[in-house]
């Protein structure tokens, strides 16, 4: 069993992206600057939004944190998008998720510019990704194909199942993943709360990535013997022994899959950390006008 580094491999990236951006810099090139929208009070997604903004500031981006109440309108929200859509300086920009309950994500992901839409997750880029044509790919997706590629992890001719089909990670990555593009080129089954017989297609996957967000789903018996196990869960479970009082679960149960995989990826320290790599790179293109 081989352990898929998501620290190692992020710092390897981001300081690839710090190097790119100086040399775009010195040759007079505008700094890329990144915005946030964070709409109320979520514990995680303000653990998340800073350390966007810390990544910024470690790789000579400029960022911008925009707060709002958790009580601000929908139509208040999409002026507030509106200003950065037609803000020159910012690049690009992302509104963290979840919304509170009274705000459409989807009207939401469309105000977005598609050109500042550092996330991915606008129909146009969706789209163009899925004819696979020049678009920011979010960032989830973008990290787990990095750690594949970046792992010398054959995929072609394999049989990825994807557990969950979640418009940010899941579905996305079963597109990722059968296109014709290394990573890619693998026979692809996606999996959700109504597949009956989910437990013998995951055990038949040469590749499995799972994307459902329930703490420790995965067992041993779903995972055939020298699989590569990529695990996209972060879940917050109650720990009294922590100073935070809740310790990260994936949806991977790890001591027990761990043994019989070729390679796996740790929570933390595997996927997550890869996603912010996604959006950096996204911002980077976006300041140099390299995707539209
Ligand atoms: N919430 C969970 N993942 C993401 C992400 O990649 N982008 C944004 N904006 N919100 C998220």
Redesign the pocket.
Known sequence: MQLIDGKALSAIIKNEIRLETAEWVAKGGKKPHLAAILVGGDGA?ET?VASKIKSCEEIGFQSTLRRFDASISEDELIDQINLLNEDEDIDGF?????LPAHISENRVMEAVDYRKDV?G?HPVNVGRMCKGLPAYI???PFGIIEMLRRSGIETSGKHCVVIGRSQ?VGLPMSILMQRNDNPGNCTVTICHSRTTNLKEISRSADILIVALGRAEFVTADYVKDGAVVIDVGITRVADASKKSGFSIKGDVNFSDVAPKTSFITPVPGGVGLM?ICG?LTNTLRAAKKEVY
Request: glycine share 0%; net charge negative; proline share 7%.
């Open positions: 997604s998340y992302i509104v963290q998720l979840p996330d997750f979010s960032a989830t940010i996603t959006l």
